[in-house]
Antibody, heavy 125, light 111 residues
Framework: QVQLQESGPGLVKPSETLSLTCTVS????????WSWIRQPAGKGLEWIGH???????NYNPSLKRRVTMSVDTSKNQFSLKLSSVTAADTAVYYC???????????????????WGQGTLVTVSS | QSVLTQPPSVSGAPGQRVTISCTGS?????????VHWYQQLPGTAPKLLIY???NRPSGVPDRFSGSKSGTSASLAITGLQAEDEADYYC???????????FGGGTKLTVL
């Protein structure tokens, strides 16, 4: 089955750019939306945005100014860049595949399945 | 402040039934967008529990069920077990934000 794995630096300095990559294994990255979601310690989940395999993106308005996502279909990877980070960006970052249809039905909102195990990114000098 | 509102905590004794509510608005659940639920065990990534309001992925026990009405949705867990102790999140789409939104999460304690 499809598995996702996040990778990237665990420590980023304030004002710098956070960069993470998600590697998809066990299946093709093609023809899906791929999302980044984060979770500060002890808090809830926040959708950061998603990218389609064509390169089309949609970002959370609260982060849009600082977020860039990209996809490399040849490597079965997609990436997140978050610029000008502060301590408020410290969180576990998850990558996930979006689904909106089963073999029999399509739905009006996509869900996230599967998820990567998550990677903790700390913003500190 | 999450777009979808959940109670911070619920609790129940083993064998009992509990429900977790998820309240939205006219730009998300009330607009007809479907609701999904996730279970997050301590120290792990969220796992899809219910999709499309009331559908269980393969492997999810039928003790878990979902429903949706108006601007709200609910997750019901019957026959509570100790292993159900986790955080639960609802998720949908919001047309004002043009993206996915989550509830703030509900911590389930099995007494």
């Amino acid at each position: 089955q499809v598995q996702l794995q996040e990778s990237g630096p665990g420590l980023v300095k304030p004002s710098e750019t956070l960069s993470l990559t998600c590697t998809v294994s066990g299946g093709s990255i093609s023809s899906y939306y791929w999302s980044w979601i984060r979770q500060p310690a002890g808090k809830g989940l926040e959708w950061i945005g998603h990218i389609y395999t064509s390169g089309s993106t949609n970002y959370n308005p609260s982060l849009k100014r600082r977020v860039t996502m990209s996809v490399d279909t040849s490597k079965n990877q997609f990436s997140l860049k978050l610029s000008s980070v502060t301590a408020a960006d410290t969180a576990v970052y998850y990558c996930a595949r979006e689904e909106g249809c089963t073999s029999t039905s399509c739905y009006t909102a996509n869900w996230f399945d599967p998820w990567g195990q998550g990677t903790l990114v700390t913003v500190s000098s | 402040q999450s777009v979808l509102t959940q109670p911070p905590s619920v609790s129940g004794a083993p064998g009992q039934r509990v429900t977790i509510s998820c309240t939205g608005s006219s730009s998300n659940i009330g607009a007809g967008y479907d609701v999904h639920w996730y279970q997050q065990l301590p120290g792990t990534a969220p796992k899809l529990l219910i999709y499309g309001n009331n559908n269980r992925p393969s492997g999810v026990p039928d003790r878990f069920s979902g429903s949706k009405s108006g601007t709200s949705a609910s997750l019901a867990i019957t026959g509570l077990q100790a292993e159900d102790e986790a955080d639960y999140y609802c998720q949908s789409y919001d047309s004002s934000l043009s993206g996915s939104v989550f509830g703030g999460g509900t911590k389930l304690t099995v007494l």
